[in-house]
């Protein structure tokens, strides 16, 4: 640890590589900035910095454009001068980083100091913070105190927000306006969750972008949970939102629950794709649901105009309520503006005036008041104990548990649910023995809700297939087939025993949480019977994804013999805190496709905070030099954790073909700005760190930091070097 103040020169390096201990390119240089004098210099030169109670002057920015993979801090109580300027008063710029929060630090804004009551349209008040990240940065547990006036302005893409506590309840009585919470534009593949917002405008406002999940955020004093389209009076472009997800959120004590505007006066645009499902109101004095399409100028004008259309509205199990003053549900559609909107679950009461829709949604009935609001039907429930009995439960339950049931050899546990329905499964599951493709359980369903109670478990029986041979041996059912859309959630559910294929995943807008794979029992002859020379598991892949975008899996454990997560085809992923086990790694698979372009894309997806153990790959990105051109872009690795690696800690190859390694590598599937950041631990002494292979103009701008890999008896064996790494 070092104070900034005095920089010692860089220790001289450039050790040659060796496989026992490889590649850390440089020191993790530490600082700590306890003045805003020396923060300039400690950006620029430390990768792990701690900015400690400072004051920053009036007038300026606390500049924070970190270095790809750094960290940074915040201790202490951090302040800002006075001054009538817009700011920001912080900057946070960079690729792959981590910023956090220490336990009881605050930056206070001192909005007091502007607060008039006018917000922008009074004196003169800064923005308090702006990101502009890329590249699976993560912001954690950051408390901001007193905006002046917009709290968070988010421009960037890969980013994950959590545990942020933004306080600004002193404005409520002293002229607190225009506090957005996180204001969210010209971003893509968005996470905010867990976090706390008390305010006097929006909780979430989303300008434009794409791909965001905004989970668990409790929101109190705001507008509401908020879009707000069609700022820009001359681009189509820069008025589109789409697949956006809201999940298990409260907003209380509010003017709106939920708020939805386009701007009548700005250019055409579009949303589409939105989903607001499992919300809590309370104490809302305007309106519960608000979607209006003829704001203009700052307020309504009662002229709708349908120049942003809005398609795929959902709201599933919005429930609470509002004010005896208050409307549960306003809806003002211009010409052709509102389209397919399915809504179930709705449930707002103690309004004292009739909803006004001017549109129905599909499911929803708008007349009356609104004390309480009606939910369109009973929520049908359902406990299914035998096979005979699930067709019809499917049909007809939204809300169904499936209890200890054996299914018929040759036959699929058939799950098409209902939109917003929600699935327990429960007890001992299983699935008889036939040679078949499978899948053995199928699960479909838009706002869907799937979990595992507690002791469950899914047993495909995997022991009566396994050959050692995989695809290539008998022919065995791919177990899970998932088939989601509209902000679906499956958690907690326990798999055992899969007879290939765990999990196949073609979806839009899923998460996925808290699952356990378990197929140890194919890494011998354990559970064969008395079958004598049989070997065990093959082609046993975690979470195989193809054809998905806008997906999250976390926290999950998988134990298997073959990749722990495979992607051929998607964007727009995360996958954090996975612990795979006996795998073949963390794996892009790009290339299959024979004749389609777009059928070998990959883009933008991040695996963070993941461990990967006795393993033969700890990272494997590989493309099918015998495949149709594709392309890799826009992937990060960060927080990786190896350890009893036995082949390769990272193998990026560019050879493989029929289903093996050629050793000619093609550039036919491009890997653009790979990044690995921080993949650490160790390899058997039989193994290679780092192994590279790419084909002609295959690989270019890739930024490695941190990788160290210890243990290996062979040599790296690389023919591009990514910059900030030696091979």
């Known amino acids: 640890m070092k104070v900034l103040g005095t920089i010692p020169a860089l220790l001289a390096f450039l050790l040659a590589a060796s496989a026992s201990q490889l590649n850390e390119t440089e020191p993790r240089a530490s600082c700590t900035v306890t003045s ?214 409260t907003v209380e004590n509010s003017a709106n629950g939920i708020h939805v505007k386009t701007h009548a006066d700005g250019a055409t645009g579009a949303i589409k794709d939105v989903t607001y499902k499992n919300i809590k109101l309370s104490g809302i004095t305007n309106y519960g649901i608000n979607v209006q399409e003829d704001y203009a100028n700052g307020g309504s004008t009662g002229t709708a105009v349908g120049n942003v259309p809005i398609t795929n509205l959902q709201m599933i199990n919005v429930e609470g309520s509002v004010t005896s003053n208050g409307m549960a549900v306003y809806i003002l559609c211009g010409d052709g503006g509102c389209s397919n909107w399915s809504w179930s679950g709705v449930s707002i009461s103690g309004a004292g005036k009739s909803n006004k829709c001017n549109f129905t949604p599909s499911g929803f009935s708008s007349v009356g008041l609104a004390s309480p609001l009606n939910e369109t039907e009973p929520r049908a429930s359902c406990t299914v104990t035998s096979y005979d009995q699930v067709a019809t439960a499917v049909a007809s339950c939204s809300d ?67 050959d050692g041979k995989g695809g290539s041996g008998s022919t065995k059912p791919v177990f899970v087939k998932v088939s989601t859309t509209g902000g679906s959630v499956l958690s907690n559910i326990n798999l055992l025993n899969c007879p290939v294929r765990c999990v196949s995943i073609g979806a839009t807008d899923l998460t996925i949480s808290g699952w356990n794979i378990d197929v140890s029992a194919g890494d011998s002859d354990l559970g064969l019977g008395t079958v004598i020379g049989k070997q065990g598991g093959h082609n046993t892949d975690g979470f195989d994804l193809s054809s998905s975008r806008n997906i999250l899996i976390k926290n999950s454990v998988v134990k298997n013999q073959d990749d722990c997560v495979a992607i051929n085809h998607g964007s727009d992923m995360v996958f954090s805190n996975l612990h795979c086990s006996g795998s073949h790694g963390l794996s892009l698979s790009v290339g299959l496709s024979k004749t389609s372009y777009d059928s070998n894309v990959v883009s933008n997806v991040t695996f963070t905070d993941c461990t990967v153990e006795n393993s033969a790959n700890g990272i494997h990105v590989k493309t099918h030099a015998d495949g149709a051109t594709g392309a890799i872009t826009d992937v990060t690795y960060k927080n990786i954790k190896l350890s009893g690696i036995t082949k390769y800690g990272i193998n990026v190859q560019e050879d493989y073909a029929n289903g093996g390694s050629t050793g000619t590598a093609v550039g036919n599937v491009p890997i653009t700005n790979l990044q690995m950041i921080n993949v650490e631990g160790t390899v058997s002494s039989k193994a290679m760190a780092v192994y590279i292979l790419c084909g002609d103009g295959g690989c270019s701008s890739w930024n490695w930091s941190g990788v160290s890999i210890s243990g290996a008896g062979q040599s790296n064996n690389c023919n591009f070097t990514p910059s900030g790494f030696s091979c």
């Not at 049931?405 to 599951?429: C, N, R, W």
């Not at 838009?446 to 478990?457: D, F, M, N, W, Y």
């Open 36 to 249: 805003y004098d020396q923060v300039a210099t400690a950006v620029a030169s430390c990768s792990d910095l701690t900015v400690n109670g400072i004051e920053v002057p009036a007038g300026k920015a606390l500049e924070l454009s970190l270095q790809n993979g750094a960290k940074l801090t915040f201790q202490g109580h951090i302040t800002f001068g006075h001054s009538e300027w817009n700011g920001p008063l912080v900057v946070i710029k960079g690729s792959g980083i981590t910023v956090e929060g220490a336990t009881g630090h605050r930056l206070d804004g001192q909005g007091a100091l502007y607060w008039d009551g006018k917000g922008g349209s009074g004196s003169t008040k800064p923005v308090f913070v702006r990101v502009q990240t890329t590249g699976g940065s993560v912001l954690s547990n950051i408390n901001l105190l007193n905006c002046p006036e917009r709290c968070v302005s988010i421009g960037s893409t890969d980013l994950t927000i959590s545990g942020w506590n933004i306080d600004v309840s002193a404005g409520d009585s002293q002229g607190g306006h225009n506090t957005d919470g996180f204001d969210v534009s010209s971003s893509r593949n968005i996470v905010i969750k867990n976090s706390v917002v008390k305010n006097q405008d929006d909780c979430v406002a989303i300008n434009l972008g794409s791909d965001m999940v905004f989970s668990n955020l409790h929101c109190s004093g705001s507008h509401g949970l908020s879009l707000s389209v069609g700022l820009s009076k001359t681009s189509y472009d820069d008025n589109v939102v789409s697949n956006i997800t809201f999940t298990d959120c």
């Open 400 to 466: 169904l548990t499936i209890d200890g049931i054996e299914v018929p050899a040759g036959k699929a546990l058939e799950l098409s649910l209902k939109d917003g329905a929600k699935l327990t499964f429960q007890g001992h599951i299983t699935f008889g023995h036939s040679e078949w493709g499978g899948p053995l359980v199928v699960i479909k369903g838009k706002g869907i809700t799937v979990e595992g109670a507690s002791g469950h478990r899914l047993d495909g029986q995997g022991a009566l297939y396994w």
